[in-house]
């Protein structure tokens, strides 16, 4: 189901939150920016925690997204009189 989730949104069948879109744009930046709330360097593997933190939000938003996009499908496939098509 992922695959038509993201065939959805990028044809614009689905439009995704505004939300999702500013963690996304967020995680990426975060994620190729040289400075680290936590250091790696500093603390080793602890300093792994502030990335994983941030992948893990943007990981719950896009689920979320995806949910909503099946729900939609679900209502979709049943008619005005409660018959499934």
Known sequence: MWWS???AVRSGEHRVAP????????ALLYGLWPV?????????????VDD???????LVLVTRE????EARVRDEAINVAGTVR
């Open 5 to 7: 989730f993201l065939k």
């Open 19 to 26: 939300m999702t879109w500013v963690a996304a744009v967020g």
């Open 36 to 48: 680290d709330l936590i250091p790696e360097l500093v603390l080793g593997p602890l300093g792994l």
């Open 52 to 58: 994983a933190g941030v992948w893990g939000i943007l």
């Open 66 to 69: 995806k949910q909503r996009y």
